[in-house]
C-alpha cells in the first residue's frame, strides 16, 4: 500500500467512525422528537406484501397484541391484500407510498420481492418509520442501494430488523465475548451450509393460473426497476425461480447461515469472492446447488456450500490457531454454540440455544428496539456486510470470474 492510498483508508475509516458515533448519539433524540410511543403505548405495524411469508408475520404480529396491533395491510394483488385486511382489520393500500404516508404507521414489515426490499425500506426510513425488513437485504444487483439504506438509517434514526432468524439468541453475543478474549486464538477458516431435498421453497404455489394484469394485478409495480419483460403468470407468483427477481441459494437460503457468523466476527467487506454451482437437477433459473468461497484481508477465508438435492446437514465451524467453535444446527434442540479450545486442561463450553431460529423472537427484539432505539439481533449493519459476498457470489457465478470488492469506492468488480 502506498502512503497516500495508507492515508485515503485511514480517512476512510475515521469518516466511518465519526459517522457511526453520530447515528448512536443522535438515534434516541429523533425518536424522542418524533413523538416515540410510551412504554405502554402498542406500536402500530403496517405489512407491505402479503403473500406466504408475510402470512407467518402476520400471525405473530396478532400474537403479540399487547404490544403492537397491524394497522394497515398493502400488496399490488388485490385477492392478497383483501385476504389480509380480513385478518388484521388493516387498512388496504395498493401502492406502499401511500401506506408510509398513514400516521398510524410507526413500523413496518416488508416481505415483497427481493428487488423491492432496499426501495421501500429505503423510502420507509426516510418516512420516519422502524422497519423489519425480509431477507436478504437487496436483489443481488443492487449492492449500491444495501449501503444507502444503512446510510439512510443512520441519517434518519431508524431501526432496520433484517429477517435472519437464526440469529434470535443471546448465544451469540456470550460467545462473541470469549472470542475476543482470544479463547480459540486466530480465527483463520469458516465453514457453513444449507441443505435441502427439493426446490419447493421456490417453487412457489400459483392461486390463480388466469390471472391477468389489470385493476387486481400491478404487473407494472412488480416489475419496479427489473428488465420490463411481457406478463407471466409464473414470474408473478413464482418470481423466486428467476434471476430477475431473486438469487437463488445464496441469498434465500445461505444468508441464514452466513449472518450469525457476522454476529460473531467483526468481518468487513471481502477482498475476493468466488463462485460456482449450477442447475443439476432442477428446471428453473435460479441454480439449485450453490457454493461461495470469500476471501477477507488477514483471514478468515469463509466457504459457504449448499444443496437442494439432499437435506444431510452441516455444522458452521469456525476454526482457530487455538481451538474451534462449531455453531450447532438450530433444528436439533439441546444444541448450541460449542467452544473447543486447543489448550491441554482447557474446558470445552456449551452455550445452549435459547430462542436461534424463531422469528417471533426476531419480532420481539424488534419491538423492544423500536421502544429502547437499541440495535436490534440482525441490524443493518451487519446486513450490508453480509450482502456483500452474497452478491459477489452470485455476480462471480454468471460471469464465470473472481469477483473482488473496491473497498476505496465500496463496489463490486468483476
Known amino acids: 500500500m502506498t502512503n497516500d492510498q495508507g492515508k485515503s483508508r485511514r480517512e476512510f475509516l475515521k469518516a466511518s ?18 413523538g416515540a410511543k410510551g412504554a405502554n403505548e402498542r406500536i402500530g405495524v403496517g405489512f407491505i ?18 404490544r403492537c396491533t397491524p394497522v394497515a395491510v398493502c400488496d399490488i394483488y388485490a385477492p392478497r391484500v383483501q385476504a389480509a385486511a380480513q385478518r388484521t382489520g388493516g387498512k388496504i393500500y395498493r401502492n406502499f407510498k401511500d401506506l408510509l404516508a398513514d400516521p398510524r404507521v410507526d413500523a413496518v414489515c416488508i416481505a415483497t420481492p427481493d428487488r423491492h426490499h432496499a426501495p ?9 418509520k422502524d422497519v423489519y425488513c425480509e431477507k436478504p437485504l437487496t436483489h443481488w444487483s443492487q449492492m449500491d442501494l444495501a ?24 448465544a451469540y453475543a456470550k460467545a462473541r465475548k470469549l472470542i475476543k478474549e482470544g479463547i480459540i486464538g486466530k480465527i483463520v477458516h469458516v465453514q457453513a451450509g444449507y441443505f435441502r431435498r427439493g426446490d419447493w421453497g421456490e417453487r412457489m404455489v400459483i392461486p390463480d393460473p388466469n390471472a391477468k394484469p389489470g385493476p387486481d394485478l400491478d404487473w407494472q409495480q412488480f416489475l419496479g426497476d427489473a428488465p420490463q419483460r411481457p406478463f407471466d403468470v409464473s414470474r408473478f407468483f413464482q418470481w423466486r425461480l428467476y434471476w430477475d427477481y431473486a438469487g437463488g441459494p445464496a441469498t434465500d437460503l445461505l444468508v441464514h447461515v452466513f449472518t450469525p457468523i457476522f454476529c460473531l466476527l467483526d468481518l468487513p467487506f471481502p477482498e475476493r469472492v468466488l463462485g460456482g454451482g449450477g442447475n443439476f437437477q432442477y428446471d428453473r433459473e435460479v441454480p439449485d446447488q450453490c457454493n461461495i468461497i470469500a476471501d477477507y484481508p488477514g483471514g478468515p477465508s469463509v466457504v459457504l456450500m449448499n444443496s437442494l438435492s439432499n437435506f444431510t446437514p452441516l455444522d458452521t465451524i469456525l476454526r482457530g490457531t487455538d ?31 435459547q430462542g436461534a431460529g424463531d422469528t417471533g423472537k426476531l419480532w420481539s427484539n424488534f419491538l423492544n428496539c423500536v421502544k429502547s432505539r437499541q440495535k436490534p439481533y440482525s441490524p443493518i449493519d451487519i446486513a450490508v456486510r453480509v450482502q456483500a459476498p452474497l452478491n459477489m457470489g452470485i455476480l462471480s457465478h454468471r460471469a464465470g470470474r473472481v469477483a473482488r470488492f473496491d473497498k476505496e469506492k465500496m463496489t463490486i468488480v468483476v
Open 49 to 66: 406484501g402479503t403473500g406466504g411469508r408475510c402470512q407467518a408475520h402476520i400471525d405473530i404480529v396478532l400474537s403479540l397484541k399487547d
Open 323 to 353: 481451538g474451534l467453535i462449531a455453531i450447532g444446527n438450530i433444528e436439533h434442540p439441546g444444541k448450541g454454540i460449542r467452544i473447543v479450545p486447543a489448550q491441554k486442561g482447557a474446558k470445552e463450553v456449551l452455550l445452549p440455544w
Open 17 to 34: 467512525a465519526v459517522s457511526a458515533a453520530a447515528a448512536s448519539v443522535l438515534r434516541p433524540a429523533l425518536s424522542l422528537a418524533e
Open 147 to 170: 449501503k444507502q439504506l444503512g446510510d439512510e438509517a443512520a441519517k434518519h434514526g431508524r431501526i432496520v430488523q433484517v429477517g435472519t432468524q437464526y440469529v434470535a439468541d443471546d
Open 120 to 128: 421501500m425500506a429505503i423510502e420507509a426510513v426516510r418516512a420516519g
